[in-house]
């Protein structure tokens, strides 16, 4: 099955700079990558997504970028503010055998801290 | 989007007992997925609720223990069966809108087992 790497586990950068979490996946079939961001007590909260037929893709101050012949894709996020500070999943999906929805695999989550 | 809403929102239960859990979505929605994320860790795919048919579960998850109900479009629900203290986790309902579309999630329950 598909199997998602994601790193760094834990990340502090003070406000105004930016932060990077990588992610790889290993199964080619992949063809889809959210982003979500998991704040204490709370459900995920997708915030980007990307399909393979797409190299990056940008809103306001977050940006993914995927590279499908390496399989590995990144957030970007730009003049981090301190609440931006949460734990970050990445996930690679599947075309669902059942043509509905992606078959979601996500990686072990990065807790970003944003320092003021 | 798609609001998805969980019930109850925490509990604390004895070992041995069962605990049932509601997840409705304010859209008609094929597929409904449950997820558990034990403390500090990643979200790890339990099963697939179809509506009109057997969940489908996940290796190492099997439905006697974790019975699945998916009555209709709007709604599901997940029984944590015989439970024991490593069934404290949090359990997430998630689904989305639409053919291969981004998927949204419950706040969670966040069960205890003492």
């Known amino acids: 099955g598909e199997n998602v790497e994601q790193h760094p586990s834990t990340l502090s950068v003070q406000e105004g700079d930016s932060a990077v979490i990588k992610c790889t996946y290993s199964d080619s079939a992949s063809n889809y990558f959210p982003w979500y961001k998991q704040e204490l007590g709370k459900g995920p909260q997708l915030i980007i997504d990307?399909?393979?037929?797409?190299g990056e893709k940008k809103d306001q101050r977050i940006a993914v970028t995927l590279n499908k012949t390496a399989k590995h894709f990144s957030l970007h996020i730009t003049e981090t503010q301190p609440e931006d500070s949460a734990v970050y999943f990445c996930?690679?999906?599947?075309?669902?055998?059942?043509?509905?929805?992606?078959?979601?695999?996500f990686g072990k989550g990065t807790l970003l801290t944003v320092n003021p | 989007s798609a609001v998805i809403s969980q019930k109850p929102s925490r509990d604390i239960c004895q070992r041995g007992t069962s605990l049932t859990i509601q997840c409705q979505v304010d859209s008609q929605v094929t597929m409904m997925f449950w997820y558990r994320q034990q403390p500090g860790q990643s979200l790890t795919l339990i099963a697939t609720?179809?509506?009109?048919?057997?969940?489908?579960?996940e290796s190492g998850f099997v439905i006697d223990k974790f019975p699945i109900s998916r009555p209709n479009l709007t709604f599901s629900t997940l029984t944590v069966s015989n439970m024991s203290p490593e069934d404290s986790s949090i359990y997430l309902c998630?689904?989305?809108?639409?053919?291969?579309?981004?998927?949204?999630f419950g706040q969670g329950t966040r069960l205890t087992v003492v």
């Open positions: 990307i399909r393979s037929n797409v």
């Open positions: 996930a690679a999906g599947l075309p669902n055998s059942g043509g509905s929805n992606y078959k979601l695999t």
């Open positions: 609720a179809n509506q009109g048919s057997e969940a489908t579960y």
């Open positions: 998630s689904a989305g809108v639409g053919l291969n579309t981004e998927a949204f």
